[in-house]
């Protein structure tokens, strides 16, 4: 059970002392999966980038034509030490991909090995600083986001899920998780009907999705709005990326210490696995191919989305 992962890696992440040699080593265990860090300094301090690969039978490290699938953990940290004691909300999503993970290594090597690669990336710090936040506080991050993008966003990703809590805000009244609409190139695409039939199979609930506007794809530093950091992978690819939010009835900040709930962390990784076979395997499809040709032919590109934009005079 994703369960038994999940609970195996909010332990190990609830620890003012943990490294990403510490959790690199949770995949000892597996010599055919590649788990890796690296860490990085910044203006605020520094974190550890993780980065999990677990190959496919017919994917790309075995020269094959299978796509690759990416797995990110988006967050600004797992702790806020010293202001706040403990594992955070915004932790949640570098537990579950983690626990995702953990998972698929241990279906290889029972035999369950996925049709393509598997590229699973987050970051572990455990004394980010915070940052303010209408309609309640963020967690900030060490690091700026084009930092963020380069470590955990691969160009070998042919499809991408980002996992963010996404429980401080007044737009998703609901416990479990949710879905974004498909994002591609600067394109808010419809929601994946294959999404959403996994997301019923997976909770056993009618499937739930979260709004998203154009300010929510474009990079951090622009000075607009932005509901969370879920979709900032979107900004570094030309993939189509789909956010997962971990969310709640109540607003929840994410510097908050006890909001995180193992059965929901569990259930987005879960589905993060479900994807992760089928898009693999050809079954689950993130866009309309043909629908996003046509989108292009009438309106043009909207890769400006993914810049910075036009400088504004005064």
Excluded: W
């Excluded at 890696?9 to 959790?23: I, Y």
């Amino acid at each position: 059970m994703i369960l038994k992962q999940t609970l195996c890696v909010m332990d190990k992440l609830d620890d003012l002392h943990v490294t990403g040699e510490k959790v690199v080593a949770l995949f000892n265990q597996y010599p055919n999966v590649s788990a890796s860090y690296e860490s990085v300094q910044g203006d605020k301090g520094g974190t550890d980038f993780v980065k999990v690969v677990i190959p496919g039978k017919s994917g790309k490290r075995a020269s094959g034509k299978a796509p690759t699938f990416g797995i990110i953990g988006r967050l600004g940290g797992i702790g806020a030490r010293p202001a706040r004691i403990g594992l955070v909300s915004d932790g949640d999503g570098a537990v579950a991909a983690l626990s995702a993970a953990m998972k698929l290594a241990d279906m290889q090597l029972k035999g369950d090995q996925l049709e393509g690669d598997v590229i699973v990336a987050t970051h572990i710090c455990s004394t980010a600083p915070t940052l303010k936040h209408e309609p309640v506080d963020f967690m900030d991050s060490p690091i700026d986001i084009q930092t963020m993008n380069e470590h955990e966003v691969s160009s070998e990703m042919d499809a991408i899920l980002s996992i963010d809590t996404t429980k401080g805000n007044r737009i998703v009244n609901h416990k479990g998780i949710a879905i974004s609409p498909t994002v591609k190139e600067g394109y808010i695409l419809r929601v994946s009907e294959d999404l959403l039939r996994i997301q019923e199979m997976t909770t056993g609930q009618l499937p739930v999705t979260f709004p998203i506007t154009n300010q929510d794809i474009t990079p951090y530093g622009n000075s607009l709005y932005h509901m969370n950091s879920i979709l900032q992978p979107a900004v570094a690819t030309s993939a189509p990326v789909v956010g997962v939010a971990i969310t709640a009835q109540s607003i929840v900040p994410g510097c908050g210490t006890g909001a995180s709930h193992e059965f929901d962390i569990s259930t987005a990784a879960a589905f993060a696995i479900e994807v992760a076979k089928e898009t693999t395997n050809g079954t689950c499809k993130f866009y309309d191919e043909n629908e996003f040709d046509k989108i292009q032919a009438l309106y043009g590109s909207m890769k400006i989305l993914q810049t910075q934009g036009n400088s504004v005079r005064s």
